[in-house]
């Protein structure tokens, strides 16, 4: 008897290790990238420009994506992660943008030690950096540009981005577009404060 009950766990105990394994779902992971086009219009400049400190509200700031369910009600799956922290990834994403955005412009991050010699300090305070699969992303984001010498200029950016298509794929891409426009928004504030007398 002893026998027969060792020999059905030596039998189940492996069969319900397999069987926890293989349902785990497979790990998926994302990317934010500079997605606007080089302004080839726009006059060469020897600008320098650091982005950051960016901070995040708690619900965001996670390897997750946060997905909207409802009006009151968020899904963070554990399958669908960013490839690195949103933390890193923006302000590298809005540098990245900004320097095809202003051409010649020397544009880093923070956290690249650009801080200290840079004419423009630019801080963004993300509100909300969230999206609805299958209809659009939503960002919400103030930001600061300082320069010595200059009154501080500020801003919102509020906008929808709609996601093009149905998957987590099609959310990173529209995340990366909303950027984008933030991008754009914090190029024209430069602009601007470099034409001011």
């Keep these: 008897m002893i026998a027969v009950s060792s020999l059905r766990r030596c039998v189940l105990l492996p069969l319900l290790l397999l069987g926890a394994c293989a349902s785990a779902p497979p790990e998926h992971f994302y990317t934010l990238e500079p997605s606007v086009?080089?302004?080839?219009?726009?006059?060469?400049?020897?600008?320098?420009?650091?982005?950051g400190p960016l901070s995040l509200p708690e619900l965001i700031d996670r390897p997750q994506m946060v997905l909207q369910s409802g009006s009151n009600q968020v899904d963070i799956p554990e399958s669908r992660r960013?490839?690195?922290?949103?933390?890193?990834?923006?302000?590298?994403?809005i540098s990245g943008n900004l320097r095809r955005l202003l051409p010649g412009a020397a544009v880093a991050?923070?956290?690249?030690?650009?801080?200290?010699?840079?004419?423009?300090?630019?801080?963004?305070?993300?509100l909300r950096f969230d999206?609805?699969?299958?209809?659009?992303?939503?960002?919400?984001a103030r930001w600061r540009i300082q320069s010595a010498g200059r009154p501080a200029?500020?801003?919102?950016?509020t906008l929808r981005e709609p996601v093009q298509?149905?998957?987590?794929?099609?959310?990173?891409a529209a995340h990366g577009r909303a950027l984008a426009?933030?991008?754009?928004?914090?190029?024209?504030?430069?602009?601007?404060?470099?034409?001011a007398p």
């Design 181 to 195: 426009a933030l991008s754009r928004d914090i190029a024209a504030a430069i602009g601007a404060l470099e034409r």
């Design 153 to 157: 200029k500020s801003g919102l950016t």
């Design 82 to 93: 960013w490839a690195e922290s949103l933390r890193r990834a923006i302000p590298r994403v």
């Design 131 to 140: 999206a609805r699969l299958g209809d659009a992303t939503t960002l919400e």
């Design 37 to 51: 086009a080089i302004d080839s219009s726009a006059a060469v400049s020897d600008l320098s420009i650091a982005v």
């Design 165 to 172: 298509g149905a998957d987590h794929d099609a959310v990173a």
């Design 109 to 126: 991050t923070r956290s690249e030690q650009a801080g200290a010699t840079a004419k423009y300090n630019v801080a963004v305070d993300i």
